[in-house]
Antibody
Framework: QVQLVQSGAEVKKPGASVKISCKGS????????IHWVRQAPGQGLEWMGSINSSGGPIVYAERFQGRVTMTRDASTSTVYMTVSSLRSEDTAMYFC????????????????WGQGTLVIVSA | EVVLTQSPATLSLSPGESATLSCRASEDIRRFLAWYQQKPGQAPRLLIYDTSNRAPGIPARFSGSGSGTDFTLTIDSPEPEDFAVYYCQQRNNWPRTFGPGTRLDIK
């Protein structure tokens, strides 16, 4: 069965960086794009960007451009997202989610989600 | 960016009542709208994509309609497990955007 398993919770100080991982299994990793979505406590969902798992396009939401980096390691079926220059407003649950399309196109339909990684930014 | 507005913010239903949730886009998004369900402490779950296509395994009591700027998610006689928060999301433009959510409560 398709699974996306994310790394564990992190506590970081303002100004630091955090790197979150998302490991896919149960499907051919390189055939699907992975999205990242975050959710601040008690708030709604915010799309951060997407990464083509076979080394193709990476798209960032403009508001995260320059502060977020998405990478992938096909050998371990894992994608990573690094958020730098953390501030308190970045405290959130971060989800990875698979795009529905199996031709590795970014269609924006998110069919399977990871369990989430809680990132707390606090001095 | 496309702004999605959902109404109502909270919908309280008695058992057996059908639910009608609305999502309005700030510009024409054709039919490129999806709906997700989220329960407390869980990741969102895809219900409907491209306005009216149910995702695999989603019961037929969930249906979607609309086009352009106005969309609806209908839940016929919600089951106890359907009481959750529902988000709409558009994929017509970048960045992909979500609505603020509608909470479906038991009255």
């Amino acid at each position: 069965q398709v699974q996306l398993v994310q790394s564990g919770a992190e506590v970081k100080k303002p100004g630091a960086s955090v790197k979150i991982s998302c490991k896919g299994s149960g499907y051919t990793f390189t055939k699907y794009t992975i999205h990242w979505v975050r959710q601040a406590p008690g708030q709604g969902l915010e799309w951060m960007g997407s990464i083509n798992s076979s080394g193709g396009p990476i798209v960032y939401a403009e508001r995260f451009q320059g502060r977020v980096t998405m990478t992938r390691d096909a050998s371990t079926s894992t994608v990573y997202m690094t958020v730098s220059s953390l501030r308190s407003e970045d405290t959130a649950m971060y989800f990875c989610a698979r795009d529905q399309d199996d031709w590795n196109r970014e269609t924006g339909v998110l069919d399977y989600w990871g369990q989430g990684t809680l990132v707390i930014v606090s001095a | 960016e496309v702004v999605l507005t959902q109404s109502p913010a909270t919908l309280s239903l008695s058992p057996g009542e059908s639910a009608t949730l609305s999502c309005r886009a700030s510009e024409d998004i054709r039919r490129f709208l999806a709906w997700y369900q989220q329960k407390p402490g869980q990741a969102p779950r895809l219900l409907i994509y491209d306005t009216s296509n149910r995702a695999p395994g989603i019961p037929a009591r969930f249906s979607g309609s609309g086009s352009g700027t106005d969309f609806t998610l209908t839940i016929d006689s919600p089951e106890p497990e359907d009481f959750a928060v529902y988000y709409c999301q558009q994929r017509n433009n970048w960045p992909r955007t979500f609505g603020p959510g509608t909470r479906l409560d038991i009255k």
